[in-house]
């Protein structure tokens, strides 16, 4: 199976065009993918279920599936082996919530909730101190929201890495919330921001990603 940080190098050299994840990103990935091989062994991948052309409208309300969704925590739990091993953050443990705060100034935290919902596993990702919550994975469970495992992981790992990488910003404000990282952005950005997170790389020596423009 190729990685999709493979398929985005190999898009940019295609293309000449856009930013090439370089070699200590790919470094860092690679070593992701061995840790799930490990922590997710029992949580098969699915593909997506699109493939075949447009779903039936009922397939919006329906969730055929509970236990797929595990996939999501035992991704974190690599990407929790993989930067506690490289030394570069701390772990702290209370319930369903755990945070890796880095040892580097100005680097941001991660807050990991893994939660349950009748059966379906999610996990929010919030970064800082205190946590402004990211986003959720899935952002929906239901058949028709699916786009299978990879399309999930992929959203899961630029999540993270953006944080650990240092190309993330937050701007919070009068009840709007922007975020850029290298890959996307949401928003748009509150034109006074009450409080602005912008991450630094957790490691050293590292170079990071250019954000997107903002919206």
């Given at each position: 199976m190729t990685t999709w940080w493979a398929e985005h190098n190999a898009s940019v050299r295609e293309r000449g065009a856009g930013t090439p994840l370089l070699?200590?990103?790919?470094?860092?990935?690679?070593?992701?993918?061995?840790?799930f091989a490990v922590t997710g062994a029992h949580t098969p991948g699915w593909p997506d279920p699109h493939d075949g052309g447009p779903l039936p409208e009922e397939a919006y309300g329906r969730l055929t599936d509970t236990r797929r969704y595990a996939i999501v925590a035992v991704?974190?739990?690599?990407?929790e082996k993989v930067?506690?091993?490289?030394?570069?953050?701390?772990?702290?443990?209370?319930?369903?919530?755990?945070?890796?705060?880095?040892?580097?100034?100005?680097?941001?935290?991660?807050?990991?909730?893994?939660?349950?919902?009748?059966?379906?596993?999610?996990?929010?990702?919030?970064?800082?101190?205190?946590?402004?919550?990211?986003t959720g994975h899935p952002d929906c469970a239901c058949d028709g929201c699916d786009f299978g495992s990879e399309d999930l992981l992929e959203a899961i790992d630029q999540d993270i890495f953006s944080a650990v990488d240092g190309s993330l910003e937050i701007?919070?404000?009068?009840?709007?919330?922007?975020?850029?990282?290298?890959?996307?952005?949401?928003?748009?950005?509150?034109?006074?921001a009450i409080r602005r997170i912008a991450a630094a790389p957790w490691a050293g020596e590292w170079s990071p990603r250019e954000l997107i423009r903002q919206l």
């Open positions: 070699d200590a990103a790919v470094a860092l990935l690679d070593d992701v993918e061995t840790a991704r974190e739990a690599a990407w930067l506690l091993d490289r030394g570069w953050a701390r772990l702290e443990a209370a319930g369903e919530r755990r945070t890796l705060t880095p040892h580097r100034p100005g680097a941001v935290p991660l807050v990991f909730d893994v939660l349950d919902n009748e059966g379906t596993t999610f996990l929010r990702i919030s970064a800082g101190r205190p946590p402004v919550e990211l701007r919070v404000g009068a009840g709007k919330m922007g975020v850029r990282t290298s890959f996307r952005g949401s928003g748009p950005a509150p034109d006074h």
